[in-house]
């Protein structure tokens, strides 16, 4: 086992990299100039001389390898440079916004295990019924919606319409709900049908067939014989999801004005805030492949013959 | 005549859009001797099995007839009373061992749960009970057994984990379809002594077999099947030594070739 994680480690650090690269790269064969657009941002009237002033002082003069080593030494040590938007520690920044975007994938993953686990295991056992069918368009409608549509469509509703909920705000829980249901309806719809298709491909295994010639009551064999053996590919499934979802708040964010991560890197594309993007890219990279990992891990233990089969865990 | 303990009577299984599986087949089944059932693929063998253990769902298939057992009709019981008997007065051991336990679970948890399905009894008992049994059917290391997953263990032990199950719960009647044929020669021959030792507790046995050889060495009675329906009958000498009919006459000279070619 523990050779296995050293294994995906070293992996991990080679994809960190890669990626970290090309965004250097992207950012800067692209054609607007950050220390340009700096300028005119803080300054009304910025003289050629400013401009090339501060892009000595940013290093944007130097080779593009020799920046990237910089920042690379720099990052490794926590220190991502200054927003050139707020001109404060990107890093503190960043730890800033973060509990606003774990509150919302939180919720929304709770909404997602919940929902996928009654309706997806409801779905199998009743199979071709109303119900069943019901979710069926449903869920196609959940994965086909665009989140930012999705989002106006609950802001207008339960905001707007019912006055339910606030349209904009921050700080408790209820503000907390739209955002969360929009980011958590794609991957539950898309769950519930793993799940269901997951559960009827056991129904048929011998071993449920045997379950039943033993004598086991129904209920049980739903949830410990066929739910049980359902859910492995569906923890894969999440660890990726989880990452998908801390970066696509970027569009939920920004629909509800939540202050989060996502909104952040917005803004910073926008504002051409260099350190900020960088930074961003970094911290998703490692967050996305770390929860694939953990989800990896996760399904080797649940899996005995796995874990043997793979012999070098 | 022994004591009948199960009786099938014309019993019709048809799929749905009227297709028919099985047409009219009744036997019994008697204390402390053993059923052969032997036809070709497809002649509803599976089927009758899977009527008796009432594993046919009512959405998919048509059943009437009567599978009489203790005297009651159990295609007429409630699924509350049918629970009571399946696993434990009739039990079955499944074809192929290698699939037929859960892959996540201990071998220990399948045993201990089936035990306590049926009987009132603590974890603990469960356990000692299941260990007890595997030593029974001359499994060594019955307690490592029961730490072990489905997949470390080989087909024939699962084999006799499964008949130790069926046991464990004195059944009156054990369903055994194609239960040696995905054993290697050795294994299969060690399996047919186990049923032997079975049908030597007053237990009446149903084997499900397209091997003659299988059937002639432990059935007592036999059948013979072919699209769905019995077409011959009678004690193994009756089958075996005098046999009226041409099919039956088939499957024995396609058996004695198969003998001479290996
Ligand atoms: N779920 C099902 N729906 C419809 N027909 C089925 C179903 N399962 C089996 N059958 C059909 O029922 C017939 C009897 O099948 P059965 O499995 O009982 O044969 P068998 O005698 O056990 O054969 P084998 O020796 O191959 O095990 C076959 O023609 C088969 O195609
Ligand atoms: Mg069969």
Redesign the interface.
Known sequence: MTKYIKKRLIGLIVVLIGITFLSFIMSNISPVDPAEAFMRRNAQTATEEQIENLREEMGLNLPIHTQYLRWLTNAMQGDFGKSLVSNKPVMEEILSKFPATLTIVGMALIIIVVLTIIIGVLCASHKDSLFDNLTKVVTILGVSIPNFWLGFMLLFLFAVSFKLVPVVGYGSIKNAILPSITLAIATSSSSIRLLRSNMLENQNKDFVTYAKARGIPKKKIIWKHIFKNAVPPMITLFGQTIGYMIAGTAIVESVFSWPGIGSYAVNAIFARDLPVINAYVLIMAFIFVICNLLADILNAALNPQMLRESGDL | MSKKILEVENLRINVLDGTPLVKGVSFRVCKGRVLGIIGESGSGKTMTCKAI?Q?LSKKNFDISGKIEFKNRNMLDMKEKEI??????DI??I?Q?PM???????KIGNQII??LM??SNITKKDAYDIGVKELEKMNLDRAHEIMNS?P??LSGGMLQRI?IA?SLMLTPSVIIADEATTALDVKTQSLILSEFERIRDNDIGLIVVSHDFGVIARIADDVIVMKDGEIIENGTVYDIFDNTKDDYTKELLSARLLRKEVS
């Open positions: 253990m594993l629970n009571k008997i399946i696993g434990k039990s079955m499944m192929n699939t037929a336990f859960n892959p996540m679970f749960e089936t399905t049926h997953y997949y470390s499964m199950i």
